[in-house]
């Protein structure tokens, strides 16, 4: 902060007037930025994520996307319904707790007038802050998968890719539809996921996936988030005669598993769930061992090359998942507000329920727009499976959007 | 100091009518009156924790437990059997109480560091457990409180200003009940443990009885504010109501900042650390990520350096040094 700055100015300043400096700045400093902020014509876009703590990776990664779509829009003449109105985002960092994501999401909506919300990449933290804008009526925008998110009744939540179970479904069916093509039938599986929210949920879905297939589930074994030693699990998996592996976890866990598994040379297929496995750090930790991993995703880049090489342009990694949906979200919102022309939250939410996107970045996900049923839930994403090749991830099913056929390592 | 001068009674009389009167000079369900009601409930969930850690100096680190303990309890209460929160509250102090009781038995020997680290361990414990007994606990998905129209009975409102008069309450309250501790019996009892457990032991205390008596307070008044915290946040999940860093040290590192074992210690406390992190939340998240979390932490760094002992012993070195400049 200023204080370090001070010693000249009176001689000797000790710690504790330096402090009360420190103190008094702090007091300040908010006053004088939304002064700032006020000035000028523009629609203010309450931005949540974590940028610190165990998701800040994906926080940051979300954040780059929207903040993509939103300078993009600003240069391209703002929001042309309100006369060029430009958009400006409130960015506040939801740490890694769902209290402080509700603090912070009460803040923008009466500090900063933001007209919607986007956030807030884990379930737990857009949970949190949906009891806050529900209650003031204000749209949130979310890409988190948890089935809670539209299952409550909220009106005002609108949830652009598919549910969690959803999810876990598709990476069950997409494994059997990609190992049936290859001439495999799939009897027994294997399920490792970590006890988080995401893990467990996603776990669910795959077990109802293999319930209903008559598939046999030979292991199925939660393990803590940040395990520092897989072995006793792979050691499990071998053991168990698996014909394909559905390990589903953040990125820590996901290298050490797919490393350990192919270091004891064991060649069957490992489906990821998202998250830790499909985004660069995955290739970049594994090297030659990422090759042919495959993944369920909610999403890929590969889908619309034409608007998501924009982002690999200015930020230096493919677009990933999470940032993809967010400036969907945020074109989304963009698009409405042009539909409504007004920023007022009624008006907002009877274009978001009643419209179908079709323009921009709409056409990165399956359906190739979006529309939100009663829930807020948008009825066209599909999940996609994608597989590693030479560095990048290529949409392997289902068919009418692969990009090109899976290799099956049976 | 025992009976309060007049001039101090009025001096409370008016800060609690201010206090009282404060929120209409907010936004109803604005944002400051959301952080001054975060404060006074960290206020009273320090004060409670101050009861053992601050009068008998068994530094529990596992606070988290009996907060969560609350949240749980009058939440699957309210799911399943519709039962009103203030029920719900009262058996989940019982459940925190019978907790803490269970947990006191065979850890109130222990002093200093292993106290604090088989609390820590405790805490982390009903952590793992609401984690993984998912068909009672909803799992790590977390669970949301049901909507319901505002009403004082079911313990919801629409609007912010009745939740700060709630904590406020609940402040005045733990506060009240730790100060008659401290001027009873058992706080002299207390007292004597802190000072010397061997020679309490001597002039016939029976120190263990002692500090079970009050951690089980401690521990059913930390579940109460749980079910507070339920009903004003809506949604919470094993990591939010058992966690180490969101709760057990937040609490007690607002005691310490405060001034341990002082009744106005917590209260100053709460009242820094609270907003403290949201102002560096509002300035620097939207600078370099986490940034706002560093100067956060850097800050609450500084003023532990400055005055390890709180700003309550901080006032009290200012004011003497006041007092000798007067004569000199």
Redesign the interface.
């Known amino acids: 902060?200023s204080s370090s700055g001070n010693d000249t100015a009176s001689g000797r300043i000790n710690?504790?007037q330096a402090?009360a400096f420190?103190a008094v700045g702090?007091?300040a400093?908010?006053f004088v930025?939304r002064d700032a902020v006020a000035q000028g014509k523009a629609v203010n876009v309450g931005v949540v994520m974590p940028?610190?703590?165990a998701n800040?990776q994906f926080?940051?990664n979300s954040?780059n996307g929207v903040e993509l779509v939103a300078d993009e829009i600003n240069a391209a003449g703002g929001i042309k319904a309100l006369g060029g109105a430009r958009i400006n985002l409130?960015?506040?960092?939801s740490?890694s707790?769902?209290?402080?994501a509700?603090?912070?999401a009460?803040?923008l909506?009466?500090?900063n007038d933001v007209v919607a919300i986007l956030g807030a990449f884990a379930?737990?933290l857009t949970?949190?802050i949906s009891?806050v804008t529900e209650?003031?009526g204000v749209p949130l925008l979310t890409m988190s998968f948890?089935d809670?998110i539209t299952g409550?009744g909220f009106e005002n939540i609108f949830q652009v890719v598919a549910k969690a179970s959803v999810l876990g479904k598709a990476q069950f069916d997409g494994t059997m539809a990609l190992a049936a093509t290859a001439g495999q039938k799939l009897e027994r599986i294997a399920i490792m996921y970590e006890?988080?929210?995401y893990?467990?949920?996603q776990a669910a879905g795959l077990r109802e996936g293999a319930k209903a297939a008559g598939v046999q589930i030979v292991m199925d074994d939660?393990y803590p988030l940040g395990i520092t030693d897989v072995t006793p699990l792979i050691n499990k998996l071998r053991a168990s005669g698996a014909q394909a592996v559905f390990p589903v976890s953040y990125l820590n866990d996901s290298l050490q598993i797919i490393r350990a598994m192919r270091q004891q040379k064991i060649g069957i297929p490992a489906i990821g769930g998202a998250a830790g496995y499909v985004i660069p750090d995955f290739e970049k930790g594994l090297g030659e061992f990422a090759e042919g991993v495959l993944s369920i995703a909610p999403a890929n880049y590969d889908l619309a090359p034409e608007l998501t090489e924009r982002f690999r342009k200015r930020y230096g990694y493919f677009m990933v998942h999470e940032a993809l949906e967010h400036a969907v979200c945020m074109d989304v919102l963009a698009q409405a507000i042009e539909t409504a022309k007004s920023t007022a939250p009624e008006a907002l939410r009877k274009v978001l329920h009643g419209t179908r996107f079709e323009a921009g970045w709409t056409k990165t996900m399956t359906g190739g727009a979006v529309q939100f049923d009663k829930t807020g839930l948008n009825t066209l994403s599909v999940p996609v499976m994608v597989q590693w090749r030479s560095k990048e991830l290529v949409t392997v099913w289902p068919s009418d959007v692969a990009k090109a056929k899976a290799v099956w390592a049976s | 100091m025992s009976r309060l001068s007049p001039m101090r009674l009025i001096l409370i009389a008016v800060l609690l009518a201010a206090a009282i009167a404060l929120p209409f000079a907010f936004d109803p369900r604005g944002y400051a009156i959301r952080i001054l009601c975060l404060a006074l409930l960290f206020g009273a969930m320090a004060q409670a924790w101050n009861i053992v850690a601050g009068l008998a100096n068994q530094v529990s680190l596992g606070h988290a437990a009996f907060f969560g303990i609350g949240a749980y309890t009058s939440t699957l209460l309210l799911i399943h059997f519709g039962i009103s929160p203030w029920l719900g509250m009262i058996a989940g102090a019982v459940l925190g109480g019978l907790a803490a009781l269970l947990i006191s038995l065979p850890t109130m020997r222990l002093r200093g560091h292993y106290f604090a680290l088989a609390t820590l361990a405790f805490g982390e414990v009903m952590r793992v457990i609401a984690n993984s007994w998912g068909g009672l606990t909803g799992g790590p998905v977390g669970i949301s409180v049901p909507f319901a129209p505002s009403s004082l009975a079911m313990l919801q409102f629409k609007e912010t200003r009745p939740y700060y008069w709630l904590m406020l309450a609940a402040l005045i309250a733990v506060t009240a009940i730790f100060v008659a501790i401290r001027k009873s019996r058992l706080g002299y009892r207390l007292r004597a443990i802190k000072e010397n457990v061997d020679a309490a032991e001597v002039i016939g205390i029976d120190t263990t009885r002692t500090k079970i008596i009050a951690a089980v307070l401690s521990g059913g008044l930390t579940a109460c504010l749980g079910t507070l915290y339920a009903q004003f946040q809506y949604f919470f999940d094993p990591d939010t109501v058992f966690g180490v860093g969101s709760i057990s040290v937040r609490v007690a590192m607002i005691a310490i900042v405060g001034g341990i074992g002082t009744a106005i210690g917590p209260i100053l406390g709460a009242f820094f650390v609270i907003p403290l992190e949201e102002f560096a939340n509002q300035i620097f998240s939207a600078q370099a990520a986490g940034l706002s979390q560093l100067v956060f932490g850097v800050l609450l760094v500084v003023v532990i350096l400055v005055e390890p002992r709180g700003f309550v012993a901080m006032g009290q070195r200012l004011a003497r040094r006041f007092r000798r400049e007067d004569r000199s």
């Open positions: 902060m710690r504790r402090l420190a702090g007091i400093m908010p930025l940028l610190s703590g800040a926080g940051i954040r409130v960015i506040a960092d740490t707790t769902p209290t402080t509700a603090n912070v009460q803040r909506l009466t500090q379930s737990s949970i949190a009891e209650r003031r948890s809670q409550r006890d988080t929210a893990g467990t949920s939660a």
